[in-house]
T-cell receptor, first 116, second 111 residues
Framework: EADIYQTPRYLVIGTGKKITLECSQT?????MYWYQQDPGMELHLIHY???????EKGDLSSESTVSRIRTEHFPLTLESARPSHTSQYLC???????????????FGQGTRLTVV | DAKTTQPPSMDCAEGRAANLPCNHS???????VYWYRQIHSQGPQYIIH???NNETNEMASLIITEDRKSSTLILPHATLRDTAVYYC????????????FGPGTRLSVLP
């Protein structure tokens, strides 16, 4: 079983609100990822991190921001939510190339965000 | 440019083998083939990966052609719970490359 957790699982919020989606893993993994997925569509990488104080933008441009102050924690923040941000957000982690062979990514259950 | 090509959908009868193809004609020598699946809208689940030899685990078998330009994921006895979107990915594990997902194949296991 993967030890990666996302909260909340579901969130309905009004336009203009600031929100933070939480992601935590207990596997000591260096690399973490955020993906965005609309219903029935592909997963798109929006952010990733190689370790503490490392954050990179992914293939899909996103208005969200991330931080990596602790190894186990990789929160995603939207400063001002809009209906176009309605989507599912999936967090993942992997060993990373420094400490391991980085062979497998483990995914959380996702946060389904609806902005009204 | 997409590194892999998969059929958008497939059907399989329950209890039969499901053979999911993937084309990766531009794969480089140090890239591995990975398979993940996503059931409904849950987080993707790792299935198997390999470099050039055929691989088998408790979930599936991976057959990679000798030229490595294509592969097949085999679910030997498909069940209704195997209905999911299956993703084929190529990446180099040791360099910390990202996991980049394409549209995948939507497998429907029919009773």
């Amino acid at each position: 079983e993967a030890d990666i957790y996302q909260t909340p699982r579901y969130l309905v919020i009004g336009t203009g609100k600031k929100i933070t989606l939480e992601c935590s893993q207990t596997m000591g993994h260096d690399k973490m990822y955020w993906y965005q997925q609309d219903p029935g569509m592909e997963l798109h990488l929006i952010h990733y991190s190689y370790g503490v104080n490392s954050t990179e933008k992914g293939d899909l441009s996103s208005e969200s921001t991330v931080s990596r102050i602790r190894t186990e924690h990789f929160p995603l923040t939207l400063e001002s939510a809009r209906p176009s941000h309605t989507s599912q957000y999936l967090c993942a982690s992997s060993e990373g190339p420094i400490r391991g062979q980085d062979t497998e990514a483990f995914f959380g259950q996702g946060t389904r965000l609806t902005v009204v | 440019d997409a590194k892999t090509t998969q059929p958008p959908s497939m059907d399989c009868a329950e209890g039969r083998a499901a053979n999911l193809p993937c084309n990766h004609s531009t794969i480089s020598g140090n890239e591995y083939v990975y398979w993940y699946r996503q059931i409904h809208s849950q987080g993707p689940q790792y299935i198997i990966h390999g470099l050039k030899n055929n691989e088998t685990n408790e979930m599936a078998s991976l057959i990679i052609t000798e030229d490595r330009k294509s592969s097949t994921l085999i679910l030997p006895h498909a069940t209704l719970r195997d209905t999911a979107v299956y993703y084929c990915i190529v990446r180099v594990p040791f360099y910390g490359q990202n996991f980049v997902f394409g549209p995948g194949t939507r497998l429907s296991v029919l009773p």
